[in-house]
């Protein structure tokens, strides 16, 4: 009897093969981006303990109280949870490190976050995050450097058509009054609360401004808005970052409702959104956590950042109609039964150029290697057969309708194909 097939978890995706071409390009996009503007990469663990995001993200947010996949280890009894998110965990590594003491730092990580969320389009239970954090700057210049850079990548990539929402959360002071005009405004309408809001009331009104309930939408549109009640400081700080973002022509709407759903936020907050996706149509969100390394036990330090959701910003990608075609290598070599150790010595002189190069392997029939050859993606068959084996000399068939010279198979010595090829694959890249 064939055994039960095991699948995956729900909302844990396989990234496969077909998908490999758009997330090299994001990785390898983001990751020079980084490079360009100074940033240097961080590691963490995945698992962390849990006190860490109670504390950071905060005990009453959608995130820690519904979200995170806890756990007991059952070996030593200490409490785990799978990282939500990777703030908190960056800013722990500084502490702990003490990466902080004599310089500011620009850090970016990349790597699977996990949250027991509703699994939708866009939307899993392990998704990828690349972001960034810079640490020990007030801001608001660090803030404009992190969304000018957001800006070149979507562009980098080809998207279009995102949004920039921001607002500003002012200071733990400003978000006093605010917190109390927030209670009297809920109170007077307490028949219109859910279960979650009732109890988040005293606990943590802001967070009640997250619901997904639509049946509070409204009432949560007409809560006193938390922009209304800033201070002197907070609201200067929000005209230096507009003045700095229009002098770089950065577009952006203000969006009074933008609260996001993480305690540590102050000041700057933002989400690039789009409609493109459906109802998870944030791709980035970020801002500014100046409370947050001291809630962790660090020194007092300003810090800002970010972090988008891979999985959707390739989703988007797609969306907007870049097409990365499916590439196993750059040329395929097809031998005969007298010519496969030429083939694979011709293979290795490729792949010292750089060249990727896959020797087929399994049956020689010719018929069967061609399919395969046009099936890996690959631009170019190298043909190493027949009378020409003994002369060493290989045929060259570009496989692919965008090559120029397609359909034009030529013959040459085996010095001058990987010459010619190394040549066409440059030009290819160049394009
Ligand atoms: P966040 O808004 O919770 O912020 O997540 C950032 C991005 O991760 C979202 O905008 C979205 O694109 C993606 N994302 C979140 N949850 C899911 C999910 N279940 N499935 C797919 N994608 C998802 C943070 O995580 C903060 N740490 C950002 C930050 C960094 N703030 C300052 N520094």
Known sequence: MAKEKIQAIRGMCDMLPAEAA????????????????????????????????????????????????????SLNGDELTLRPENTASVVRACIEHNLLYDAPRRLW??????????????????????????????????????????????????????????????QIEDRKQHREELIKYFENHRNLLDEEAQRRLYLNP??????????????????????????????????????KLQAQSVDYVINPRLVRGLDYYNLTVYEWTTDKLGAQSTICGGGRYDPLIEMLGGRATPACGFAMGIERVIELMKECGVKLPYK??????????????????????????????IVHAGSAKMANQMKRADASGANYAAI????????????????????????????????????????????????
């Open 206 to 243: 802001l967070r009640i401004l997250d619901t997904k309930n639509p049946d509070m939408q409204e009432l949560v549109e007409k809560a006193p808005k938390l922009i209304d009640y800033l201070s002197d400081s907070s609201r200067n700080f929000l005209e230096q970052l507009e003045e």
């Open 22 to 73: 758009y997330w090299e390009m994001f990785e390898s996009s983001a990751k020079a981006l980084a490079k360009e503007y100074g940033y240097m990469q961080i590691r963490t663990p995945i698992l962390e303990q849990t006190r860490l995001f109670k504390r950071g993200i905060g005990e009453v947010t959608d995130i820690v109280e519904k979200e995170m996949y806890s756990f007991v280890d």
């Open 384 to 431: 190493i057969c027949g009378n020409e084996v003994s002369q060493h000399i290989v045929s060259i068939k570009p496989l692919r309708e965008s090559l120029a010279d397609y359909g034009d198979q030529v013959s040459q010595p085996e010095e001058l194909a990987v010459g010619y090829l190394q040549a066409q694959l440059s030009e290819i890249r160049a394009k």
């Open 109 to 170: 990580y990349t790597g699977p976050m996990f949250r027991h969320e509703r699994p939708q389009r866009g939307r899993y239970r392990q998704f990828h995050q690349f972001g960034m954090e810079a640490l020990g700057f007030k801001g608001p210049d660090v803030d404009v450097e992190q969304l000018l850079l957001l800006r070149r990548l979507w562009k980098k990539l080809g998207i279009g058509d995102v949004k920039l929402e921001l607002n500003c959360l002012g």
């Open 328 to 357: 196993e290598c750059d040329v395929y070599v097809i031998w005969d039964e007298t010519s496969h150790n030429q083939a694979v010595a011709f293979a290795e002189r490729l792949r010292d150029l750089g060249i990727s190069t």
